[in-house]
């Protein structure tokens, strides 16, 4: 099964030639990734890459028990391990290189025109998939702790009848009702100003940083600024909506035996790394909420690039298991 699933991986790979002028693109590993997003990786609480930051704060633990185990060195890194694209156009999947797999309909996406006094919305669809890159690729090292899901579409929003319907989502989250006000709006300015030191505050859970407010988790931008501000934002909302559903799981700040599921999403286990239409292979990837204007110049433009593809990078904890270790290096002697 394995084998099969690096062939459905690497296939795409050898097409690149022939879907250069397409719109979409499958992702290469090689050089649509940026590699270095992998770091800083933290060991027994140290940060063994130095002159790295990380907006994640670590306690000094330098071992760690899991139940049924033995005593272990905690460790900690950046993992891709999802791809979000967001298109205007229904059932076209931009990050399995443009395919469509339905007629788009009348439920297409795109921003309406307006005049200068009245500000710009938008609307997309989007299409989240499981992606870990590191399982796929099988390099023969045992990497620590990587995602072993396998390659899979997970959502897509033409079927879910609330990504269109703003009066719907009031209804499965009537929590939007106390954040529609001043209050919470000024509160999302403070969020875009640590989200663009890499360090977003989740306790304000209802902001997306310098793209505004959360909510409505729908696929609807009430104040479109660009290509780059408005897709930032829904990767950050269908995160959120899969928190809701419990689909999602993350790690605690002290647990590094296995993660939860929460209602709320922890806005500083995730960052962003666009691949489509121009990839961003320079560190660091985005903390949600970054402001676009430090990433996303010349990102996007005209006929071909309003369609973006973003790969996610999850914070992963896990533990050095010595016995093992000791048992892989005693079978590989």
């Known amino acids: 099964m394995k084998f099969f699933a690096k062939l459905t991986f690497m296939l795409p790979l050898l097409l690149l030639p022939f879907t250069a002028y397409a719109e979409g693109k499958f992702i290469n590993p090689v050089t649509d990734v940026c590699w270095s997003c992998l770091f800083p990786i933290h060991i027994g609480g140290g940060n063994v ?71 710009s919305s938008s609307f997309y669809h989007v299409h989240y998939y499981q992606f870990p890159i590191l399982s796929l690729l099988d390099l023969g090292i045992e990497f620590v702790c990587e995602d072993r899901l396998p390659l899979d579409v997970g959502y897509m929003s033409e079927f879910d009848p609330f990504w269109g319907g703003d009066r719907w989502n009031t209804i499965i989250n009537p929590e939007i ?37 959360l909510y409505p988790l729908t696929g609807h931008v009430s104040q479109h600024v660009g290509g780059i501000q408005a897709t930032s934002l829904l990767v950050h909302r269908i995160l959120a909506k899969l928190h809701n559903w419990h689909v999602l799981q993350v790690f605690e700040e002290d647990n590094y035996c296995e993660s939860h599921s929460s209602y709320r999403i922890k806005k500083s286990a995730y960052k962003t790394q666009l691949t489509y239409p121009i990839a961003q292979t320079k560190s660091p990837c985005n903390a949600l909420g970054r402001s676009d204007v430090l990433w996303g110049g010349g990102k996007s433009f005209p006929y071909g690039g309003e369609d973006f593809v973003y790969l996610i990078w999850t914070k992963k904890h896990c533990w050095l298991d010595p016995y093992k270790i000791a048992k892989k290096v005693a079978a590989g002697s």
């Open 177 to 213: 009702v106390l954040f529609t006000n001043p209050l919470a709006h000024a509160a999302c300015i403070v969020d875009c100003g640590f989200s663009s030191f890499q360090k977003p505050l989740d306790r304000l859970f209802w902001c997306a940083g310098c793209q505004g407010s």
């Open 49 to 119: 890459t130095p002159g790295r930051n990380d907006f994640v704060k670590y306690k000094k633990k330098l071992l760690c028990h899991c139940q049924g185990d033995l005593v272990g060195v905690p460790i900690a890194f950046w993992e891709p391990t999802r791809l979000i694209d967001v298109t205007r156009t229904p059932y076209k999947l931009m990050g399995l290189g443009g395919i469509s797999i339905g007629k788009p309909g009348l439920n297409r996406g795109g921003v309406k025109s307006t005049t200068p006094e009245i500000e």
